[in-house]
C-alpha cells in the first residue's frame, strides 16, 4: 500500500510558539486519521477528517483537510510542554503511517 | 487504557531464537494491525487481520508470520532472530475497514531485546 508523505520530520520550538505538520499524498484520500504518541508511549487517535475542506479544532490544535483530498495539516497554537511527542496522520485501508514529525518544546 | 492489550511487554531473548507475542482486541473490534517501531523511528506496518482473514500485508519479514484466532486475539511469531529485530512492536485494533471504522487503537507494545 501506498504511505503517505509527512513533513518536517522533526521540529524544535521555543514554548508559546505555533507548530505545524503537513501530511500529503500522490492520490485522493477518502480519509485521514491523526495520532499523537507521547514519549515512551504507544499512538493514540486524535482525530479523522473526511470532507474536502475540512477544519476541525481540539482546543489549541486545528486540523485541515484540503480541498483536493490529498493533504493535511495539524497545527498547533501556543505549543505548551504537553505537546511534546510524535504527530503520525495515516490515510485509510492500505494508506500507511506517515513517517511522523517529532516535536520538542524548549520551556 | 485502550481496550487493547499485548503480553508481554518485555522479552529479553537470544539470537536465533523464536518469540510469540500476543494482541488482545478491544470487545467487539474485529481487524487487528501488527506495526514494528525501531528507536526513534515510524511506524513500520506489517500485516493486518479481519475477522480471522489475512487483509493487508506490508514490510513483514518472511520469517516473521501472524494469525487471528477465532476468538479474534492475535499472534505475532518472529523466528531466527537477528539482533536488528529489537524494536517496540505495536498491535492496534479497529472495528473494521471502512471510515470510521478504521480509526486504530494502540495497545502498549512489546518491547523486544534481541542479545
Known amino acids: 500500500g501506498q504511505q503517505v508523505m509527512q513533513i518536517p520530520q522533526y521540529q524544535h520550538v521555543q514554548e508559546g510558539e505555533d507548530f505545524t505538520t503537513y501530511c500529503n499524498s500522490s492520490t485522493t484520500l477518502s480519509n485521514i486519521q491523526w495520532y499523537k504518541q507521547r514519549p515512551g508511549g504507544h499512538p493514540v487517535f486524535l482525530i479523522q477528517l473526511v470532507k474536502s475542506g475540512e477544519v476541525k479544532k481540539q482546543k489549541r490544535l486545528t486540523f485541515q483537510f484540503g480541498e483536493a483530498k490529498k493533504n493535511s495539516s495539524l497545527h498547533i497554537t501556543a505549543t505548551q510542554t504537553t505537546d511534546v511527542g510524535t504527530y503520525f496522520c495515516a490515510g485509510p485501508g492500505d494508506m500507511r503511517f506517515g513517517a511522523g514529525t517529532r516535536l520538542t518544546v524548549k520551556p | 487504557d485502550s481496550g487493547v492489550t499485548q503480553t508481554p511487554k518485555h522479552l529479553i531473548t537470544a539470537t536465533g531464537q523464536r518469540v510469540t507475542l500476543r494482541c488482545s482486541p478491544r470487545s467487539g473490534d474485529l481487524s487487528v494491525y501488527w506495526y514494528q517501531q525501531s528507536l526513534d523511528q515510524g511506524l513500520q506496518f506489517l500485516i493486518q487481520y479481519y475477522n480471522g482473514e489475512e487483509r493487508a500485508k506490508g514490510n513483514i519479514l518472511e520469517r516473521f508470520s501472524a494469525q487471528q484466532f477465532p476468538d479474534l486475539h492475535s499472534e505475532l511469531n518472529l523466528s531466527s532472530l537477528e539482533l536488528g529485530d529489537s524494536a517496540l512492536y505495536f498491535c492496534?485494533?479497529?472495528?473494521?475497514?471502512?471510515?470510521?471504522?478504521?480509526?486504530?487503537?494502540f495497545g502498549p507494545g512489546t518491547r523486544l531485546l534481541v542479545l
Open positions: 492496534a485494533s479497529s472495528v473494521g475497514p471502512g471510515a470510521p471504522r478504521e480509526t486504530q487503537y
